[in-house]
């Protein structure tokens, strides 16, 4: 039984290869997450093939995995529970799939979590509590999907994360606090987000921010909500970017195309 135990853990898949505690298996057009991957691995890479829906209990025996890509697959759909033994996981990748939604509680037991990829989807919505044990996340990434709404408390707990995009979605508007948390927050992209205006104080909690995107949405200059955003603009010109340069004119009215730092 010892010896058997011994295979199980450096082993490895036909379709894969092997080395140390890194098992990579991408590229191998693969339709399914392969039986057999050593239990010992620490990185997993099963990026660019055509997984569909990795079965409930895949990674079950995968204890000590500290990364995992599944980028670049066919993903339309997550079973609950599917990565509650992953609790060693700092670094996830689900970006460039399908999925649609997400299951509840499906992040809950990545409370070692520092990276989030869940961009290039097709998410609408997300259900509520979705990061709340994330409490150790500094980077999430939501940007290209099709959500349309960021539930109020979404990003409550997540007082360590420095880096947020949810650029490239349809967001069209902000609720009031929805940043209050994220006091270490230093990237928060925001461009192309059809958004018309920010809440007024969507921002003043952000004490530590250096970079923040906010071209290419339809600013709407006719509503004095927007005096909150331009005087914001005017008062932190440095931190806002567009391109890779400086650039606080980058935020323009909608069918003016006037700077929204302009207005008064």
Do not use: M
Request: hydrophobic share 40%; with cysteine; proline share 6%.
């Amino acid at each position: 039984a010892f010896g058997a135990l011994v295979q199980s853990a450096v082993a490895c898949p036909a379709q894969c290869s092997c080395s140390g505690t890194q098992v990579d298996c991408d590229r191998r057009s693969l339709a399914s997450v392969p039986a057999g991957i050593p239990t010992n691995a620490q990185i997993l890479q099963l990026q660019v093939n055509q997984i569909t829906k990795p079965e409930p209990g895949v990674f079950d025996s995968l204890v000590n995995l500290q990364q995992l890509h599944l980028e670049s697959n066919r993903i339309g759909l997550l079973p609950g529970g599917v990565f509650d033994k992953l609790t060693q996981l700092t670094y996830l990748s689900l970006r460039d799939n399908q999925l649609t939604a997400l299951p509840e509680g499906v992040f809950d037991r990545l409370v070692n979590l520092k990276e989030l990829r869940l961009y290039s989807n097709q998410l609408t919505a997300l259900p509520a509590g979705l990061f709340d044990r994330l409490v150790n996340l500094k980077i999430l990434r939501l940007d290209y999907n099709k959500l349309q709404e960021i539930p109020p408390t979404l990003f409550d707990r997540l007082t360590q994360l420095t880096i947020l995009e949810l650029d490239n979605n349809q967001l069209k508007s902000l609720l009031p606090g929805i940043f209050d948390k994220l006091g270490k927050l230093t990237h928060l992209d925001l461009h192309k987000s059809q958004l018309t205006t920010v809440p007024k104080g969507a921002f003043d909690s952000l004490t530590k921010l250096q970079y923040i995107w906010l071209h290419t949405n339809p600013w709407d200059c006719a509503c004095t909500d927007i005096l909150y955003l331009s005087t914001w603009i005017g008062q932190n010109s440095g931190k806002v970017f567009k391109d890779g340069v400086n650039n606080p004119d980058s935020a323009v009215c909608s069918g003016t195309n006037t700077p929204v730092r302009a207005v008064t």
